[in-house]
């Protein structure tokens, strides 16, 4: 019986810390980016820089 209050007691620390952590984690992103998400738009793959495959207009 005792094995079970330490079970409880553990996994109740354990979901209430992961609670804090998601809640600061939430607040921390939405103070960086200004409230507007965290979406950043991926690199342009068409530009010479970022391509790894030959194009003939490409001048090296």
């Known amino acids: 019986n005792v ?3 330490v079970l409880g007691a553990i996994s109740a620390v354990a979901i209430i810390g ?3 952590i998601g809640g600061v984690l939430a607040v ?3 103070r960086n980016t200004g409230g507007k998400g965290d979406y950043t738009p991926a690199p ?3 530009s010479c820089q970022s391509s790894n495959v030959s194009l003939p207009d490409c001048k090296a």
């Open 28 to 30: 921390v992103r939405k």
């Open 18 to 20: 992961a609670v804090i």
């Open 3 to 5: 094995i079970y209050v």
């Open 44 to 46: 342009d793959r068409d």
